[in-house]
């Protein structure tokens, strides 16, 4: 694995990327991998795994995770060249996930604070471009300091014009029906989860049976949104949070909660794997771009029926019963109706899989990908 350098933070295998062309490989990469994601998600609404407002959804969060990928690839772009700033190494975790440790989505957050400071404080594109000729040729020197400068200008730009996929991604409300007593509401949110270093898409579908309109209402929402930014954790069980939800809003009633796992990455230049998928990418032998698996894990959790509750001393409410998975013997261990598990990989590393057919695989779907785009589902 000569493209990464071990840092040190050997306690989470995290290592940093401290070559130039190592962290724009790594980069294209993902760069390659975000653009299928959103091919991946439109098979799933054909096969009826996910509605086409969730996928609406999800991509609008995938397309987040591609922009900030972008930024931080810029931000990163002049690594181990001598810039005059030690700037550090991208920082990835090579062994839980391959996408770059939570810290780095938290610098990012303290940047974007400051964007517009350091976009005053800079010379604009143009004119740094043109200090970058006169070094060329006039002085006939490679300008790495202006092209680190043009770098950071850029980077700041992108987190100045918004749009990426942040540490936190508060909740936000869909109307789907209804409009007196009784509304249906997708509520989406997203993470990038600190335990597990990868981005998390929550989607939950509720109804509201409030005075006011959730999103209107200027007490309960602020209170939802807080309430499920505090259980965006990947450790907390879907019923567990569903059940806190269910309990905590008398007159919000969760239907369907879903959670999405973008990653782990895995590839034989950048992380470090076990068990049969490094035996697939060792095998493959695959051309650069396309030496990669992406897992995309979706759990649900349904709301089979409601009944009622005491509530004080007269009172009673609506309370979900959710459905656990009957075809499981640890059912209450996963605390979800279903969990579906699939791989989007190259076809190359799918040849090899097909081949080996390793048993921990047959029942993950395969999405497969071609450079030009295609993408063909295997079950």
């Not at 098979?43 to 990928?69: H, N, W």
């Not at 200090?131 to 790495?144: A, G, K, L, Y």
């Amino acid at each position: 694995m000569s493209d990464v350098v071990t840092g040190a933070d050997l306690s989470r295998d995290h290592s940093g990327i401290a070559d130039t062309f190592a962290a724009r490989r790594y980069f294209a990469k993902f760069d390659a991998i975000t653009q299928h994601l959103g091919r991946v998600a439109g098979e799933m609404e054909q096969s009826g795994a996910l509605s086409r407002t969730e996928v609406g959804v999800v991509a609008d969060y995938v397309t987040g995770i591609a922009a900030t990928f972008r930024a931080l690839g810029t931000k990163y772009l002049l690594t181990g060249r001598d810039t005059g700033r030690f700037l550090g190494s991208l920082a990835i975790d090579v062994t839980e996930s391959g996408f770059p440790v939570f810290r780095e989505l938290l610098t990012m957050a303290s940047d974007a604070q400051q964007a517009q400071t350091h976009l005053e404080g800079t010379e604009d594109r143009d004119r740094l471009i043109e200090r970058m000729v006169e070094d060329i040729i006039v002085r006939q020197q490679i300008p790495t300091r202006l092209q680190f400068a043009l770098s950071q200008r850029l980077y700041y730009q992108a987190l100045a014009e918004g749009g990426l996929f942040w540490a936190r991604n508060d909740p936000r409300p869909i109307w789907l029906s209804g409009l007196n007593d009784r509304r249906t509401f997708l509520l989406h949110w997203a993470v990038y989860d600190s335990e597990i270093n990868l981005p998390v898409i929550y989607l939950m579908t509720l109804e509201d049976s409030g005075r006011t309109s959730l999103p209107k209402d200027p007490v309960r929402w602020p209170q939802v949104q807080g309430h499920l930014m505090a259980q965006a954790v990947a450790g907390l069980k879907l019923l567990t949070i569903a059940k806190g939800f269910d309990t905590d809003f008398a007159d919000l009633h969760p239907k369907m909660l879903r959670r999405i796992h973008v990653g782990p990455m895995y590839s034989s230049a950048f992380t470090l794997q076990a068990g049969p998928i490094r035996r697939v990418l060792e095998e493959a032998r695959a051309p650069k771009g396309e030496d990669w698996c992406l897992a995309w894990t979706v759990e649900e959790l349904e709301s089979a029926r409601t009944e009622r509750a005491s509530s004080g001393w007269f009172g009673s409410v609506e309370r979900q019963v959710f459905a656990l998975d009957p075809m499981s013997g640890r059912a209450a261990d996963t605390g979800a109706t279903r969990t579906s598990r699939s791989i989007i990989l190259p076809q190359r590393p799918f040849q090899v899989l097909a081949e080996l057919d390793p048993p921990g695989f047959r029942s993950v779907t395969k999405y497969v990908v071609s450079p030009g785009g295609r993408v063909l589902t295997y079950r």
